[in-house]
């Protein structure tokens, strides 16, 4: 721990081995080791022994003194915090034409969005919530083994336009497990490509994940009448 006699004093003037002289008054509203404060984010401190900023819970942070610690960022405004969706398409490439994505793939591609934007999203620096993940109804035109899903996430407002970036980032970096979920359903993954994209919510073709018909019934069958005895010989 570096010596905090020599750091600049309360008042503004420099410490005896100060650079500056001692009295010299410091430009800003902060001591000289405050100052790197500036360039930490929200949530860090700067810690003089290593000379850069660390989680506010990390080791670097909670082993420091009373009086290092006493430094404190200038807090940036608080930004309106706003709820949104956002359109995720999951693409699997390479699958045969003929070849429909299931119901059993489906529900894992819908948990594996969920767990890992769970971790991921909530780990970042900038505060996103995950509020979950649904499947609309529908299918993209032109991307017969795309998947549809819905993000619902809360953020600050000048953060919710770089919030699907954050998903792809987030979802890239976990795909080889994603597809190893998927090989062991069915062979036909083993060899598939998955993209990370996006779709418009007017695009989406409802009628293509109808529930097929039930077949219609054959037709009632007449019960064929009693023949009637015939008679033979004479009256």
Same mark, same amino acid.
């Given at each position: ?26 430009? =800003? ?12 984010? $929200? ?54 034409? =003929? ?21 991921? $999203? ?20 032109? #991307? ?26 987030? $979802? ?5 497990? $994603? ?22 919510? =007017? ?9 097929? #018909? ?22």
């Amino acid at each position: 721990v570096p010596d905090l006699a020599a750091w600049p004093r309360e008042d503004g003037g420099g410490g005896d081995d100060d650079p500056v002289g001692p009295g010299r008054e410091l430009q =800003g509203n902060f001591a000289r080791p405050c100052e790197k404060f500036r360039m930490c984010e $929200l949530g860090q401190c700067f810690n003089p022994t290593y000379n850069g900023c660390f989680q506010s819970t990390s080791y670097e942070c909670k082993g420091m003194n009373n009086e290092a610690r006493s430094c404190q960022p200038t807090r940036r405004p608080a930004m309106p915090f706003e709820y949104s969706d956002h359109p995720l398409l999951v693409d699997i490439d390479g699958l045969l034409p =003929g070849y429909a994505v299931g119901p059993a793939a489906r529900s894992v591609l819908l948990r594996f969005v969920d767990g890992v934007l769970g971790d991921c $999203l909530g780990s970042r620096d900038v505060p996103i919530e995950l509020v979950g993940v649904d499947a609309p109804p529908g299918r993209v035109p032109g #991307r017969p083994h795309g998947v549809p899903l819905r993000v619902r996430v809360g953020a600050p407002r000048d953060v919710t336009g770089f919030v699907l970036s954050y998903v792809h980032e987030c $979802l890239g970096d976990r795909r080889a497990e $994603l597809l190893d979920r998927l090989a062991k359903i069915d062979g036909e993954y083993s060899f598939v490509i998955v993209e990370f994209g996006s779709y418009r919510e =007017g695009e989406l073709d409802a009628s293509r994940t109808a529930a097929p #018909r039930p077949p219609s019934p054959p037709p009632a069958r007449t019960r064929d009448p009693t023949p009637r005895p015939v008679r033979t010989g004479a009256p």
